[in-house]
Every structure is written in C-alpha cells, then in structure tokens.
C-alpha cells in the first residue's frame, strides 16, 4: 500500500472526528470566557501599540460582517458572494449624509443599517426563489453593480473611483478618535449583535431558518413559509453589514469602491465557512484567522496571498466542517435558557392533551379532504387524470395501486407542492387548491415523504419543533426582546414536542442527531415531526417501507392509537398487510385514475383490482 | 450601419473569448455541479504563457516556424499546459474536497482561485505585460467599408473550428454521451459504468485548455495583459454560460457570443463605463424569467 496515502487517510479521518466531537460544556465555558477577557483587556496593555490596537478594531469589522453574512449563508444556506455590496451600501449612505448634512456618525448608524437592509429586500425580493449556486451567481452581480455604480459616481453622490472623503469621526458621550475608542466602539457593537443573534438561535425564528437549510421543501410542508423567513435573513444581514459599514467609513474617514471587491465577499464567504456555518464562536475566529494571517505572513510580502489561497484548500481537506462546528443545544439546556419565571409557571400550560382547540373539533365537516376532477400532466404525461375522492373524517384511508399510478404525485397535489391544472380539492370545505404548501399545513394537513426528509444535522427535539412552527407566532422582536408572550409559547412548544416524540416512541432519542438515527426510527421521527403540527389530518407516504414485520406492527398500532385520538388518516402503502389491518376505506390507483373504493377486503375479490394490482402477488 | 457592423464584429470576437471559457464553466458545471472560480485564473495562465513563449524567446518561435506557424505552435503548447494545470486544479483543490459538500467546494474553489492569480502575480509581476506588437502585423480588410483586421478574422476562424470541434465531441460521440449522461446524474452515469473519473479528466483538462487558448489570443488582440484580469472575464463568461443555460454546450456558445455583441453594442451606443452594469442586470433578469437560460431545459426536483 501507498504509505502516504495511508498517512493522508489517517490525518483525514482524525481532522473529521475532532469536528465532530463536542468540547464539553465547562471547557467552552471556560474558552468563552477567557476570549472575551483578552478582547477587552488587549487595548490596555503597555506592550501593544496603535498598529496592533488597528489590527483588533479590523478584525472586529471583519467579524461583524462575518457575523451578518453568516445568518445568509450559516443560518440559512443562501450562497452569498456579493454581501460587500451591503456593506458598501451602509459605508457609502454614512459617507453622503455626513459630508452634505453633517448628521453625526452615530445617528446614522441606524439609518445605514435600514438603507442597506432595504435595499437587500429590494434587490433578493424578486430572486430569493432561485437555488443554490444560481443565487449565488445573482448575488455576485449585486455586489458587482452596486461597486460598479460607485465607479461611475450618478449625479456625483459618490465621488467616483476616488470615493468620498471628509467623513466625521462618531461621538458618543465624548467625541471618539483614537485607535482604542474605535476598537471599544466596534467590539461594544459587536456584543449586542452577538447577544441578539444568540437569542434568534434559539428562537422559532432561528429554527425555522435552519429548517430551510437543512431542507427546504420539508420546511414548507411543516408550515414554514421559506419566502419570507429567507427574505429576511438577507434583511437582517445586510443591515448589520450596514452598520458595519458605517463604523468603518467613519473610522477611515473616507469611502472608496475598491474596499468593496468580490475579493472582499469571497473572504467574508470564507470567514463563514472557516468558522463553521451557523456557529458564532467559529465566525468569529473564521474573522481572527483571515485578519491575523496576512500579518504572520508579512514577511513573506507578495506570496503572502498565495499561502493565503493554498491554507484555505488545506483547510477544506482537513477540516471541511470548520475550525469549530455550531454544537446543537439540548432539550435540557434550551429549556433553562428560558427565563425562570415561565418554567415554574408551566404547571398552568400541561393540561394540554395535545388536542387541536384552536380547530373545531374532527368529524364537524363529514368529508374532512375533497378531490374533484383534480388534473395533473408533466410534459404531456398525465400523472393524476380526474380524480374525484372523499376523505372522511375520524378514518384512515389507504390510497393504494401499482407503481407509478400517481399516488405520490396525488399526494403532493393536496399538500400544495403541485398545483391543479383543473379541478378542486377542499378541505374542511375550503377550497385548498393553489395555496402554498406551507398555508396549507398550516390549516392542518401534515405529511411524511416516501424518501424520508428529516433534518439531519438537527436534534430530534428540534426536528419535532419544526412542527410546532406554524401553530406559533412570535416574530423577530419577540424572539430579540423576550416578550413573555414569547416564552410562554417556547415552553409550551418544548412540552408539546417532547410529547410528539414520547408518543413516537422516541424519547431516548430526544438529544440526538436526527442523521446518527437508524432507518425506522427516522420514519418515526417524521411522524412526530407531522404531529407536532397539530394536524387534522396527517399524510403519510409509504410508512412502512424499510421496517420489518414487528415494526411494522408497532406502526399499526400508533396509526390505530392516534386515530382513537381523533386524527384522521391518509395513507400511502404497499405492504397489504398494514392496509387490511388499519384502514376503513381503501382506494386504488391506477395510471392516474381512480379504478375502485371501498373495503379492503372487498378490493380482494374486485376484478379491476386485481387486474391492475393485486393480481400479481398471485402469480 | 458600418459602425453598427464594426461594432458587431467587435462583439463577435470578444464574444468568441467569452464563448471558449464559458465552455469550461459549463461543462465543468454539468459533471461537476461546481463553479469552478480558478478558470478565469487559467484563462489569465494561457495569456502569460503565450506571452512568455512570444516575447521571451525574442521570435526565435516565429523565425522557426513562420508568423501563423509560430502562434499555432504557441497555441498548441498554452493549450496542453493549461490543459494539465486544470486536471492539477482538480487532483488538488477539487477531488480530495468533493465528499464533504457544495459549500466548501465552494471555499476550496476560491482559495485555488487567490492561490493561481497571486502565483502569476509572483511569477510575472503584478504590472501589466505587453504582447510584443512585432508578433501580428497590424493588416486590415475594408469591405464595403467596414473594417475588419487580419487578426479578428484568425481569432474567430480559430474559435469557431474549436467550437465546432468540442460541439461534435459532445453531441455526436459515444464518449460525449457518456460526458453529457455524466452531467444529467453522476450517480446513474457511474452504475451503468460509465468511468465518470475519466469524463471528469476529460472536462478538466478540455475547459482549462479551451480557457488557455482563449487568453492567448485574447493577449494577441488586446496586448495588454495583467496578473488579475481571469475574475473579470470569468465572472463574464459565466453569465454567458448562465445567459445560454448551464450545463449546455451549444447554450454555452451561443451565450458568449451574444454577450459579445451586446457588450460592444452598449460600449458603442450607451455607454462604455455602464456597459458592465447593464451586463450584470441581464444577468439577474435572465435569472428570474428564464432561470434555465436560452437553450437550458427545464428540470423539475423530485419529491
């Protein structure tokens, strides 16, 4: 064998444990700490000089850019490289309403971040549709139109390729100029965004945003309208890159395209990834690694960027997940992060049974789902022709037939990933068709996927949580200022889940990653995820497929268990055993359309049935 | 009119540039589903090589072979060189990167990108070099008074035999089938044994020599070369790959070539500082109304 190769696999695989290996909590603890003293004592220390006071104040420029890129691309996964641009946007507004208005620097600081955050909204609104590496592209032509339009300086608010100079210095109290005042205004900045960042993490509104990056179409289909969350995780970057912007136009006392190149975004993208996405601490050392390294490497002058590019691959070989990983918090540590007061209250929140109050009850309509005359073709081929069906209420239906029959496609009519090219389908009597997936898992239809979707860098806890999403509604203040309101519902949520999973069967599981859980219990995991939503009616796509005979049994008897509870049932399935064991009413797909219903076991004897489907078990 | 002709065949020949690196992002992009950021960076390796082996060598190429001789000689080795600096860039900086996801692909894409541009920077300098003028005599054609050079109609003529060459590679071989089944499902290509290691040699070394070839002639008819000129014209050529759906050969072509005559258009008739601008809002509305590009098919995620 190639002993290099050997080598190389070793290192490898030891780099890719360590990420994976949570630091235990103390020494983080501890780590945490000790950085915070450094960053506020450094300034004070006899032995370092403005330069390396300088060197601090950029890297706290760089981390707070890393820190608001980081919601897009950590939080998110939105492919950003052009997040400059924002940053540019703030600089250039300070830059213009200083030097003709002489509004002080610190007054601004709010308006750079609102006319950064507009013009983020302004500029994804028509474009946040766009996936992965097509959004990375527009992104890359934002950032290069807004540097360009600097260039070309319209109606001489820019000050072309020269930018602008004569911008004031802040003032806050007494006037700031120095090296250290700027170095404490930046780092004071930065940990208020920290703080608030910290409490979006551990909010709906921080979950949601990691849902839609581990999967957005489940997401959607949990209730979770990705539009707008997305929409506003570019808002809310770009802003504080704004703010950035501000300080840093103020610091150098001028503005000029140049600071904003694609170099730029390319470094902030790799701060990011650097770090590890999503996690604070890592965005913040991703910042330290890019400002210190062209200082180690000073001497080596012009092939200092050379390095720079090679130490970036290496990197990525070695550690791909970054230099420290966001670590998924538990159920326990999420529900003493909620403020005191609540946890103690919540003796007046567990009489909840788990029953939907805010729904009337099941059984009030007697067709729960109705389909008519529902048309679906892809390029000429009709997947779903004319399909008329009834779903009652307080029943499990099995939606059963051959392969390619249009089941699933059927499935993601109702749930609103398809829309109708004719027909209707109402629920509760409501016409349904058309809206978007996440309105309609919000008026109470949950679904599984055929081919399993959890998120699988999430914990189990939080998966189940997703579910919970749409049956809250605290927002971004809420979530930053902790408005009781806010926390009652978190409380409420966590109990809730913690529930779900019990009844799936799950809560050994509760802390772990939703990725180390073997096939079935992911199924599981789905189910509980769909009912944590608080559905009226749940979809199910193929439950059984993947689980052995006992577990299938166990399935019958949740299904059974859940339908006592009032639920109602729709299911995909081809394991006939299951169908006859737990269905009231079964209908058969074939080729899009509807050959028979009724009773299983009189879907035995039917001739059509058998013809299409049955009658190849009994060659 | 002659100045809208000019201007045309202007664009065209810009366009053709734009066209053969828009090629190697493109089928880079379909194997690979990666933005391969160090292309520009490998065009910019073939303007210096071809510098290097023009000018440094004071003619002793072109005294040997004759004037056209002696470029295709040049072109010949700027292509191979290019060629195996690509499959290096992907042995490096994309294969051991590949198993750990999109993203730090991504990374890995843009520190060889700061990795190239900064060694040719260390290499050649960081002042911009001149292609000795001695190379091509300046000659031109006026034809029903528009005035075309000798030099156009050489980088086009090229272009377009080696468009066409790569068109029916991919299009009408039995191993362009494999490159494109290569590109509609990796995992597929792999299970009815197509070797995709051998497509992905092929696209890497393909696209880079394509790009190689590109920067020389580009440094042939502009002159004028500099250490950081790949970002832009790569982030061009990508919108040309965008503009004709990626993933897309002929679309590919077709992209440059448009985005070439557009280019010079708005250069000619609007204005020169905000052409790029108007490129880039191209970009975006190609994007929202026809994400698929001109000749892109639409794709339909499953669920």
Known sequence: MNITKTVLDYVLAAGRDKGKRPLPDRKRQGLLTAAIVVIAILPLLPFIDNYWIDIGFYFGIYTL??????????????????????????????????????????????????AAGLFAWMVTAPVIHLKGDYLCIVTIGIGEIVRLTMINNPFGLTGGPNGINGIDTPAFIVPIVSSRQFYYLIWALIAIVIFGLVRLQRSRVGRAWNYIREDEVAAEALGINVRHYKLAAFVLGAGIAGMAGNIYASKQMSVSPESFTFMESSLLFCIVLLGGLGSIPGTVLGALAITIFPEIFRPLAQYRLMFFGLALLVMMIFKPAGLMPRQRESGEKLRSALSKKRREAKGRLTGDDGCRKDMPPPGRAENLLELKDVHLSFGGVSAVAGIDAEIEAGKITALIGPNGAGKTTLFNLITGIYKPQAGSIHFNGEDISGQSPHAIAGKGIARTFQNIRV????????????????????EFTASLLHFPSQQDEETQMLDFSLRCLDRAGLSDSTDKLAASLPYGKRRYLEIARALALRPELIVLDEPSSGLNDAETEELAQLLLSLLHDGLSILLIEHDMYLVDRVSDHVIVMQSGKKIAEGKMCDMRKNPLVIEAYLGTEED | MTLLLEQIINGLTIGSFYALVALGYSMVYGVMKLINFAHGDLFTLGAFLGYTILASTSGVVTQNFGMWGGIAFTAAIVGMSVALAGILVERIAYRP???????????????????????????????????????????????????????????????????????????????????????????????????????????????????????????????????????????????????????????????????????????????????????????????????????????????
Not at chain 1, 84 to 108: E, R, W
Not at chain 1, 456 to 464: D, F, G, I, R, Y
Not at chain 2, 102 to 110: D, F, K, T, Y
Not at chain 2, 284 to 295: A, E, K, S
């Open chain 1, 455 to 474: 998120f699988p860098s999430l914990t189990c806890l939080e998966n189940v949580l997703s579910g919970q999403h749409c049956r809250g509604k605290a």
């Open chain 1, 65 to 114: 850019l890393g820190l608001s890129l980081n919601i897009v691309l950590g939080e998110v996964g939105l492919f950003d490289l052009g997040h400059m641009g924002f940053y540019a946007i703030g600089a250039y507004v300070t830059a213009i309403l200083n030097t003709s208005f002489h509004i002080p620097i610190l007054a601004l600081l709010p308006i750079s971040a609102l």
């Open chain 2, 97 to 303: 990167v590949y198993p750990s996801g999109r993203l730090s692909l991504v990374v890995s894409a843009l520190g060889m990108s700061i990795f190239l541009q900064n060694s040719i920077m260390a290499i050649w300098g960081a002042r911009p070099r001149a292609f000795p003028s001695a190379v091509v005599p300046y000659a031109r054609f006026v034809i029903f008074g528009v005035h075309v050079t000798v030099l156009q109609i050489i980088i086009l003529a090229v272009s377009f035999i080696l468009m066409a060459a790569i068109w029916f590679i991919v299009e009408k071989t039995a191993f362009g089938a494999s490159v494109r089944a290569s590109a509609l499902d990796r995992e597929t290509a792999t299970l009815i044994g197509i070797d995709v290691r051998k497509v992905i040699f092929f696209v890497f070394a393909l696209g880079p020599g394509l790009g190689g070839v590109a920067g020389l002639m580009n440094g042939l008819y502009y002159r004028s070369i500099s250490f950081n000129m790949g970002w832009n014209y790569g982030l061009k050529a990508f919108t040309a790959t965008i503009l004709g759906g990626i993933g897309n050969i002929p679309g590919a072509m077709l992209g440059g070539l448009l985005l070439g005559i557009f280019e010079s258009l708005l250069a000619g008739y609007v204005s020169g500082a905000w052409k790029d601008v108007f490129v880039f809002i191209i970009l975006i509305v190609t994007l929202i109304f026809r994400p698929t590009g001109i000749l892109g098919e639409k794709t339909a995620e499953k669920v």
